[in-house]
């Protein structure tokens, strides 16, 4: 069974460097997600993708975060000029979309360091 | 708007007595809802959902919950807490009219088993 994976998984960076994580969803997966989460936080919804096409981005997004899927299979999402603040867990889910409702499944997440 | 409040930040039990985790939820339509659990250093797992069908859902590991629209509250409970199911648990409310993409999030309730 290969659920959604996340790489790396950890990543420690100097604040003002870009970084990139990538997404594996479960294969015949069409939606995507990002999602971000603080200790003792629930996750934060960043952006979601349904194929290829970006259908939603948070209002909380800062211009630094951009994500791409470009086949609609594994997205990245890449932080320009990283901050302090940016340290978190990000989070990637994929669903199925269809019927009435889609059940996200999540991966095990990449931690972020700022330093 | 939808939101979710998990009514405790914290709940400790014995090993073998009853778990009960409360939630409450807002939302304007009929919603879905979830409970998902994530063990420290994991990541986040599904536990049991509810899509308007039977209102008692039973999920993974012995655990189900109860969705009660009356009281708009979705508690979850086990009957005997093993030590295994120490983690923090995150109940989740969707809009099942719209796209059924934007999950929100409440902020955790951290299940400390004792032994």
């Known amino acids: 069974d290969t659920g959604v994976s996340q790489d790396p998984r950890h990543k420690i960076t100097k604040r003002g460097q870009n970084v990139t994580f990538r997404c594996d969803p479960i294969?015949?997966?069409?939606?995507l997600y990002w999602y971000r989460q603080t200790l003792g936080q629930g996750p934060e919804f960043l952006t979601y993708?349904?194929?290829?096409?970006?259908?939603?981005k948070s209002r909380l997004l800062s211009d630094r975060f951009s994500a791409e899927r470009p086949k609609g299979s594994f997205s990245t999402l890449e932080i320009q000029r990283t901050e302090q603040g940016d340290s978190a867990m990000y989070l990637c889910?994929?669903?199925?979309?269809?019927?009435?409702?889609?059940?996200?499944?999540f991966g095990p997440g990449t931690r972020l360091t700022v330093l | 708007a939808q939101s979710v409040t998990q009514l405790d930040s914290h709940v400790s039990v014995s090993e073998g007595t009853p778990v009960l985790l409360r939630c409450n939820y807002s939302?304007?339509?009929?919603?879905?809802l979830f409970w998902y659990v994530q063990h420290p250093n994991k990541g986040l797992q599904l536990l049991l959902k509810?899509?308007?069908?039977a209102t008692l859902v039973k999920g993974i590991n012995g655990f189900e919950a109860e969705f009660k629209k009356s009281e708009t509250s979705f508690h979850l409970t086990k009957p005997s807490a093993h030590m295994s199911d120490a983690a923090e648990y995150f109940c989740?409310?969707?809009?099942?009219?719209?796209?059924?993409?934007?999950?929100?999030w409440g902020a955790g309730t951290k299940l400390i088993i004792k032994p």
């Open positions: 889910a994929s669903s199925l979309a269809g019927g009435s409702t889609d059940t996200q499944y």
């Open positions: 294969s015949e997966h069409n939606r």
């Open positions: 993708f349904q194929n290829e096409a970006q259908l939603e």
């Open positions: 939302s304007s339509y009929s919603p879905s």
């Open positions: 509810y899509t308007s069908a």
């Open positions: 989740v409310v969707s809009d099942s009219w719209g796209s059924n993409y934007q999950l929100i």
